[in-house]
């Protein structure tokens, strides 16, 4: 459109207003600003300027110019093929000016289109444009840094001498999980307190932490019964993950966080911005030590009573649950009336006695996960639990495999565990010498395990002598009850498949000659 309007522009005499076609005054800024009137360069500007606009004659803004093009003149009629990029024709003879050539139609377009879609301030000089911003620093310098910093703590970790640190016993490799990574824990109350050198408990950590962290690692931090004294300060923590280098936070599989208090959380949240999406998925958090049991057996992680008997949340010591306690310990309370079996394992199974030894699938079928919780919490608790008002047997019969999952020391002791897989090998089981070596491991358990025991397998025998409604044989019931009642001291995913068939034949036998081997 502006293209049109500047077809057969006129000016009679130097000094006089421009008009297009249609007799529509131009102003200065319009010449100005428009590379296309080059040829009205010989007007005086500064009159122009001083003569902004004609009198009458109406300037629209650029904006409005595209939404009100001009009507069409009779003569020249304004055509959609009058497209910018064409050139202009001519501008007639004058006298007093020279002719100046016509643009070409590229050099037209172009400057036209730079007229409209860049601003009017003039290019800067190469001499004066600002420099570039500098190339971003390489992180190879600082990452180089940090290993020179952590390989001085390490040589300070492996020269000076940090017994004192080492008594209290807080940080320390606790064999391997199921997948036979190598397991670290952290007891934060053992630590020393920070009066304590801090930089000493650093290289401390950094002398049992590097020679496992080469590959992958778990590690369990328990927060129970911290006090202020030994609770470490944000700085330090701070220090401690700048010191730590990569293979440390790229080895880390699980990080198992013990009774996080609210202390504990704000510090991850504080940390977030530095850690990256896939170290949450690393992070648990275990508010019940039954649920680290289930990860963990409990004379692996070797954690003190006073933490193992703990309550979340209060970081104080409650009265001591029946779930994860010794044999030893639950029949001795006054709430097991003299009994030498626990009084929850005697009852449930008088309960299933009597409701479930028909039910078929029974011990193998599941029972709901949150009433065998709600049950197991009563207990700890020490209310009052009446069983029969519990509608489905598999509830309870979940609850008793639960019981003996949790014992801290299986029924037949860890110590025993390489003996009695030993009597099932060789020649085929049963047979009298593996009835007479498994006799001979029953007599060396301690009194309860032995009363416990028989009084278990009394029961499962009891269960299989009703197979044909329960669909429940000896063989089915060793595959349930055998990893309750066998536990290898140092458990792993593999172990555990290549002991599997003896584990289930000792138990099988056990069951099949009770009498003989428990008289």
């Known amino acids: 459109w502006s293209r049109s309007r500047l077809i057969n522009i006129s000016m009679s005499q130097p000094g006089q207003t421009p008009v297009d076609q249609h007799g529509a005054g131009l102003t200065m800024d319009d010449i100005i600003r428009d590379p296309n009137l080059a040829h009205l360069a010989s007007v005086d500007v500064a009159a122009r300027r001083a003569q902004n606009r004609r009198p009458g004659s109406v300037r629209l803004p650029p904006s409005e110019k595209e939404a009100h093009p001009p009507a069409p003149h009779a003569d020249h009629p304004i055509s959609h093929h009058d497209a910018p990029h064409r050139a202009l024709p001519p501008p007639p003879p004058s006298d007093s000016h020279a002719k100046p050539l016509p643009l070409p139609p590229t050099v037209a377009s172009h400057q036209y289109q730079h007229h409209h879609t860049t601003t009017t301030n003039p290019p800067l000089p190469p001499h004066s444009r600002p420099l570039p911003p500098p190339p971003p620093a390489s992180s190879s310098s600082s990452s180089s840094s940090d290993d020179r910093a952590y390989q001085e703590y390490l040589r300070r970790a492996q020269t ?3 017994d004192d640190i080492a008594a209290a016993n807080w940080i320390y490799r606790s064999g391997t999980d199921s997948m036979g990574r190598p397991v670290v824990v952290i007891v934060a109350s053992h630590m020393p307190s ?13 002398k049992v932490l590097d020679p496992l962290v080469e590959q992958d690692y778990v590690l369990v931090y328990v927060h129970t019964n911290i006090s202020s004294e030994n609770k470490p300060t944000f700085a330090w923590l701070r220090k401690v993950y700048a010191v730590f280098n990569r293979k440390y936070k790229k080895n880390l599989k699980n990080l198992f966080i013990v009774h996080p208090s609210v202390w504990v959380k704000l510090t991850f949240r504080l940390f977030k911005p530095f850690l990256s999406d896939k170290f949450w998925r690393k992070l648990v958090y275990i508010e019940e030590m039954s649920d680290l049991f289930r990860y963990f057996s409990r004379e692996q992680l070797n954690l003190p009573a006073t933490i193992t008997m703990s309550r979340p949340g209060a970081g104080k010591v409650a009265a001591p649950p029946v ?18 079996v626990p009084i929850l394992l005697e009852s449930a199974l008088e309960y299933i006695r009597m409701r479930g030894m028909q039910l078929e699938g029974i011990f193998r079928v599941s029972g709901g996960s949150a009433e065998i919780k709600e049950l197991k919490q009563k207990y700890d608790q020490g209310q009052h639990v009446d069983l029969s008002e519990i509608e489905d047997p598999h509830i309870v019969a979940g609850l008793v495999k639960q019981y003996l999952r949790e014992l801290p020391v299986p029924i037949i002791p860890t110590a025993l565990y390489h003996r009695t897989l030993d009597t099932q090998k060789g020649a085929t089981t ?39 409604t329960n669909r429940m044989s000896p063989s089915n019931l060793a595959i349930v009850f055998g990893p309750n009642i066998l536990r290898s001291p140092n458990e792993t ?14 138990t099988q036998e056990l069951i099949m000659n009770c009498d003989q081997i428990m008289s």
Do not use: C, W
């Open 160 to 162: 000076e001498p940090l």
């Open 194 to 206: 920070k009066a304590a050198n801090l930089d000493r408990m650093l290289l401390y950590a950094i």
């Open 323 to 340: 779930f994860g306690a010794p044999l030893e310990d639950v029949v001795s309370r006054p709430q097991n009336r003299g009994s030498p």
């Open 430 to 468: 049963p047979n009298p010498a593996s009835t007479a070596a498994l006799r001979q491991i029953f007599l060396e358990l301690p009194p309860i395990h032995q009363a416990t025991l028989k009084h278990l397998f009394q029961f499962l025998q009891e269960v299989a002598k009703n197979f044909e």
């Open 493 to 506: 995913i593999q172990s555990v498949m290549a002991d599997a068939p003896l584990i289930n034949s000792a």
